[in-house]
């Protein structure tokens, strides 16, 4: 039965009650109005404990009630105990987030939507030089004022992490990522990267000073071998095939040595504003056109150059012609006797393109994402073979990297390769001129 109906057959019950001792005294009427006014006293009087019972937070147990009103004080009871127990679980998730946080290397702060700073761990007090006393609640972007910061903060893309110095320590380097949770919630994770980054720089420094070191033997090595090569006194004719052998490969060397060093260079030196010049990349192409007919020799390609001849580029100059005539005359290299190279240069509503495609050998697509890694090539024999140092797409990422493009690789291996090289309309540069011309 349920408490209701229980309810209603004490009330029943007290009122039949109340009609019989009614109807014996003869006052039917007043003794139904006395046991009503007790009925009501009761339930006041058990309204009021609950009151009572409710307004008092440290008392957890329930007053003893009957009827409908014992399971009334039950079901609270319950509800509370369950409350409790939510609670107490939450704050010991609250209590291991911040414990497991507070004890991570990486500053941790969290921002809500307002980019406003709700909590911070100890590592942010450090590497951030924030204060949980007086930070909290202010505005992330006041305290933290590096440009790169506020750009990555304001603009709200959060895919790659930036690098700025720490602003209490300017030799401190952080890389610092912003991950979006729960609603509008951020957490904000920066982690000292110094140790990286110096170790990074020794790479570089060590690899740049080798190659500086290697490069005037290797001259003198070459420059004797030369000299071994003309001689005409005939006392070195059984040495003749060893020492082409060591000509080819002491040129490979300095190749190597040459590509590192640009590479080193690439990495160490930013572009300058003032080292940006109006390249006239129509003629550097029908420079390299006339190279990579050259560098064919007998393979007999059939080299076309469709580019438009007012499109010139804001860049290095140097710099862009070392990106295209390495992909001209990588696609000469890869592409077999009788194959043909197209090489295009355009503009779009997207900015300007350099494409060059070739028939040739083509690339395996698992190996297309790893080409522009140092040293890496599809075939090793291959490549060492024609000459190659497995440097040059190495280098075309960085010099595109520098003039704000990208390379695009398509490939089919025994089809062909397409690369192009996507220049931002920003870069653009038009030189007037008759317009596109088919050579
Ligand atoms: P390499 O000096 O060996 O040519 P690159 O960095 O220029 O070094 O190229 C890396 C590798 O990419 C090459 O070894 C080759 O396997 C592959 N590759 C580059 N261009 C082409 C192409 N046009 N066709 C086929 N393979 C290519």
Redesign the pocket.
């Known amino acids: 039965m349920s408490p209701l109906s229980k309810e209603i057959w004490r009330l029943i019950g007290l009122l039949s009650l109340a009609f019989i001792i009614g109807f014996v005294s003869g006052q039917i009427l007043a003794s139904l109005l006395v046991a009503l006014s007790i009925y009501l006293v009761w339930h006041l009087h058990n309204i009021n404990r609950l009151a009572k019972w409710l307004s008092k937070p440290g008392k957890f147990h329930p007053p003893e009630g009957q009827g409908i009103w014992s399971e009334i004080f039950d079901r609270i009871y319950h509800l509370q105990k369950k409350n409790r127990d939510r609670k107490k679980k939450l704050a010991k998730y609250i209590t291991r987030f911040k414990e497991s946080t507070a004890a991570m290397p990486d500053a941790t702060v969290v921002i809500n939507r307002y980019d406003q700073i709700e909590w911070i761990n100890k590592a942010a007090q450090e590497n951030l030089g924030l204060q949980p006393s007086k930070d909290v609640g202010q505005h992330l972007s006041n305290l933290i004022r590096h440009p790169a910061f506020i750009r990555y903060l304001t603009v709200k893309d959060y895919q790659t992490p930036i690098e700025i110095p720490s602003p209490v320590d300017k030799l401190q380097q952080l890389n610092i990522r912003i991950i979006p949770y729960g609603q509008h919630q951020r957490l904000l994770i920066a982690r000292d990267i110094t140790r990286l980054k110096r170790l990074e720089e020794m790479r570089r420094d060590f690899v740049s000073n080798i190659s500086h070191e290697l490069r005037t033997p290797l001259t003198v090595i070459h420059g004797y071998l030369e000299s071994m090569q003309d001689d005409g006194s005939g006392n070195l004719s059984d040495w003749h095939n060893n020492i082409n052998m060591m000509l080819s490969q002491s040129n490979r060397m300095q190749n190597i040595v040459n590509d590192l060093l640009m590479l080193s260079r690439l990495e160490n030196e930013e572009v300058k504003r003032g080292t940006r010049d109006e390249v006239p990349v129509p003629s550097l192409l029908y420079t390299i056109k006339e190279e990579a007919i050259a560098l064919s020799a007998d393979k007999q390609h059939r080299i076309t150059l469709e580019c438009d001849n007012e499109l010139g580029l804001y860049g290095v100059q140097n710099e862009l012609y070392s990106v295209f005539s390495?992909?001209v005359f990588?696609?000469v290299?890869?592409?077999p006797k009788g194959g043909e190279i197209s090489i295009r240069w355009y503009q779009d509503k997207n900015g300007a393109h350099l494409e060059?495609k070739?028939t040739?050998?083509?690339?395996p697509t698992q190996?297309i994402p790893r080409?522009?890694e140092r040293f890496?090539?599809?075939?090793?024999g291959?490549?060492?073979e024609?000459?190659?140092?497995?440097?040059?797409?190495?280098?075309?990422k960085h010099i595109l990297e520098r003039h704000q493009a990208t390379l695009r690789i398509k490939?089919q291996v025994n089809r062909?390769?397409t690369?192009i090289c996507d220049f931002p309309a920003e870069a653009i540069i038009l030189f007037p001129q008759q317009s596109v011309m088919k050579v």
């Open positions: 390495n992909l990588n696609a290299r890869y592409t060059v070739d040739g050998i083509g690339i190996h080409l522009t890496f090539r599809v075939d090793v291959r490549s060492r024609i000459g190659g140092t497995g440097l040059g797409l190495a280098i075309v490939s062909g390769s690369f």
